[in-house]
């Protein structure tokens, strides 16, 4: 087998031609072994196999700078660096992870797993070898996809005015995670039409040298454009037209099924289910979403390039114009809404916590400054989220909390999600965002309304407050539960409910028999709620102390084990309040 | 005087066609006896009195929905909408804010300040527009400097997508705030030289119906075009070629100085000086930046389209290619950031605080994530930087502080801002940012080194201790010593220096005396340095008293006000001490 003997890039070099194509075969047959095992990004990869292949052969990674859009194309990029055992030693799956890291290998050069970024970077690395003195070849790959966020147009924009060596590669496969959306896809279409000859082309109005390619999966023509390319002294931008899932008949045909996912049939493409439970707090919210939808022709969900967040393919279809999915392109999304709330329609949008800091500005300067009525359902916020460095969902309450006039609302259960969604939709005084649940839907069966006025939830206690936030309620009511049972402590237990404020009157008057606060949240602590607890209680002798993440990039961790390194568990905090309690007597 | 018969758009439609060039003529006047008396944004005022006469002649606003980008160019649309007052009556100059502001007019949407955000807005506000089926013109004015930003092309995107009326206007000047960069403006100069008739045409590219005008100041030929295009059922694009500055000789002749600034001379253009002080943090860190530039060629400083921060056109001239002005695009910014410093040069980002939100995912996930050693300074980051709604700098400790890896700084004086510069670009471990003091320059005249291993300062004492965060310190200087030579209280005084964390260790070993804690800070509580600091403390008995300004969009306010209001004032804060130790006795 080729592929075992490649430990670096320079290996291809001395591979005779017949051997690159056996090279490109096997590199795909192990991709589909690995991701029809274990899973991935499924289509991404497969459609760069030759093109991979191709980069590796003509340039010389680590001198010349490969970098990568979101960088889960990269799994063939890693066989080629050194790194082909986790993907050819099953029990070495997980030894890499699904995004280049530098910490892996010299050839991948950043960790990357937001979209549109890489020409930005790869202005940055190709500036700094000008200013150097140096040369060599400075490549960034960028998908079709990744073209709808506005920081691709501002990297090929200044890619253009430094005016020296950048090989932008845009693997135009047709499609985003899902389907594209917008102005430039038109003429993406039109330019594959013609073959690259259509009269108006983006790329040539940007400034660049332009050169297409149709069949982007031809090893022989990528290596022939890449040798014309090479070491070349101003931008270029190779327009190259691969085919996404390409070897997998159902990856090629159902693409945005195969985008991404877990372990499949290869034969048929069926995927592996774990017995999931049917309903989570995606398909509730989708249901209702859609119910709202057919019952009102003004609501209208909005979405930046995950639409599979909320709707599939049917659904959008029958959903037609309520749903709009901007690209990947959050900023837009957000300042997007802004104008639908101004003009009164009544916009939700829908987005994971890890890709709405692409937004902030957009939230802050024109949702919440103009104290527009819209609603921000956030996913995946949560430890339980999505788990690399590169998609934590666990900054949020710090970056959003302190934007004025937007109520940060963290249900704990289902009637509480819907409550707040429904209020949040009718009233037209605030931005509301939602931190939606992560987990098992957590059913009361109790009648829940939601009011702004009487936000937070209370059983009054003594001597000990739990005050649990969101998630992690669950985890606050477990310890006044164990206080209660094992110690005949009668904790006092709170829902706060409203993450944008703490509720001051309710705490400068809480009995003066409590003696520790205990504050919970499912995120980082700094700038988090807890803080802001403390920080209203630090006029007492009341003791306060805040459980949550540390900030930090926590990657590929194991829940329990992350949970339990931050003291978040019932015996644990039970522990510390017992001790407290203890010292104080 | 027809400008003072002018209260809304309406009674432009009576005018006969002379009265209309008179109202140019009359608006161009009294435009520039305000900005020459009252200072303003001169040049793009003075470039846009005839489309916006056109503009509000021909469509119907408030029906028609004007859009205007940044909105500091909305000086004539004050005026035709019932606020020709403020422009006419030197008594009433204040009483209308530099950009829209729907609490001033309904003719003003929303309330902006950040670029390029118009288009993604009218793209929201056309939607809720057809979701509702109504019909009538949405019309986005956008500046060629706002067109460098990625927000706008997400918008030119979604916009074709939509497919519906929308009439954007690019009101191409030639000129950002100073002079444009990037393979857009290219494109934008082939079209104007052409005529319009270019080969390569981006906006034709992206999708949209084109129309050049080569003289946007030619009253006629604006109203002869928006006529045309009123009420069309599909997305058309105006390239409309104006002077900024046009009607005063020395505007348009040097557009940067004429962009914006304080009053002048209408006959000279001279600046009036209010014997402002000479030396300023900006100056100085200029003339220490310019320095270490010629002293290492791997120094380059990366600027977001606000390069008069720190250099004017000459001292950028000299510079080189050392100085990097990437447009209005702060996310492209960060993130070049980070692949100049992987490639091992030194960038130093020198940015605004209200505009460094608008790269927050670009900081956390680019620069951040990847650990780089980049420095941001962060300028204008205090009760006394900008005073408008949409320009606020007292965010940044709340979303900064939560990044990781990354270490915020907050100098207290001269020689502190120096040494934490320098140690910042001497070190290989961290992003860094210097939140660069604003106000009056604060010399110590001694040695100053820093070192993140010892980075807070401690003038030790007992009972009270008075924390005082950057701009700030000086405050927590006064009140321990009006506590000392008024009460006989020796506080414990601490300049914390880094705000990316508490100095914990310290904290948790303070003089069991201390009662009661102050902290100070230059910005919003909510998430900010104080609430840590009482998170820390949350284990003692010691009280905690977190000042700062609450987490509210304060617009033109008066920073004495403002700041009595947060109770920020020696004598308030020492009588609450005094008043809390009298308590606990």
New interface residues.
Partial sequence: MILETIQSPQDLKALSHSDLHTLVDEAREALIQKISHHGGHSGPNLGVVEMTVALHRVFDSPTD?L?FDVSHQTYVHKMLTGRAYSFLDVSQYDAVSGYTN?CESEHD??????TS?SL?????????????GETYNVIALIGDGSL??????????????LGSNTIVIVNDNDQSIAEN????Y??LRALRQSKGRA????F?????EYHYLDNGNDLDALLSLFESLKDCDHPVLCHIHTLKGKGLDFAEKNRESYHAGGPFDRETGAYVTLGQPQETYQSLITQALMAKMAHD??V?VVNAGTPSILFNKTQREQIG??F?D??I?E??AA???????????K?IWAVFSTFM??S???I???I???NLPATILVFGASINGMKD??HLGI?DI??L?????LIYLAPTNKEETFAMLEWSCDQNDHPVAIRVPVGEVVETNKQTNFDICHPYDVIEGDTVMVIGVGNFYALAQAIVKGLKEDHKINATLVNPKVLS?VPLSYLNNISPSHQIVVTLEDG?????Y???V??A?????I????YGLS???HDRYDVNTLLEDHGLSVSKISAKILD?LKGSH
Avoid: W
């Fill in positions: 700078k970098i530098p050069l950043f960790t990357v797993g937001h970024t930005s970077l790869a202005n940055g690395v190709a500036k700094a070898r000008d200013l150097k709808s966020g506005g920081l691709a147009y501002e990297g090929l924009n200044n890619i253009v005015e959306h917008g102005g430039i038109q003429n009269p108006n082309n983006f040539k109005a940007m400034g660049f022709p003004e209208v114009k309520q709009v901007v690209g392109a900023g837009h300042t997007m809404v802004a104008g639908l709330a101004k003009n009164g329609v916009p800091q692409r902030y500005d957009s802050s300067h024109d919440a400054l103009n460095q590169s900054f710090p970056f909390a302190s934007i004025p006039n404020g980082v602590c700094d700038g988090g807890g803080q802001r403390s920080s209680l630090g006029h007492t002798s003791k306060v102390f805040n900030a930090a990039f407290e």
